[in-house]
């Protein structure tokens, strides 16, 4: 798809296990150099891995956050999986 190459170009992608030591050193060495972190794991989980935008901004006080979630940031389905 035409499209779908040119919205993507030059993009790169990672896959990480961050609840392992190396996994979650890549990820702080990624987000050290980062502006922006987009995420789609829920809430709960980032507060539990301390991932969440109140413990990161301690640390990287000029990233901005962004939550991809199935059901939104607030209501009774906020912790469902999409």
């Known amino acids: 798809n035409i499209g ?3 919205d ?3 993009k790169e992608g990672i896959c990480l296990n961050t609840k392992s030591p190396e996994g979650r050193e890549a990820l702080e060495k990624l987000i050290a150099q980062a ?3 987009i995420t789609n794991i829920r809430h709960k989980s980032l507060v ?3 991932l969440d935008y109140e413990t990161l901004k301690v640390k990287y006080p000029k990233l901005v956050m962004g939550y991809v979630t199935g ?3 607030e209501g ?3 912790d469902l999986p999409g």
């Open 4 to 6: 779908f190459d040119r």
């Open 8 to 10: 993507n170009a030059n």
């Open 35 to 37: 502006d922006v972190f």
């Open 48 to 50: 539990k891995s301390g």
């Open 71 to 73: 059901y939104g940031e």
């Open 76 to 78: 009774p389905d906020k």
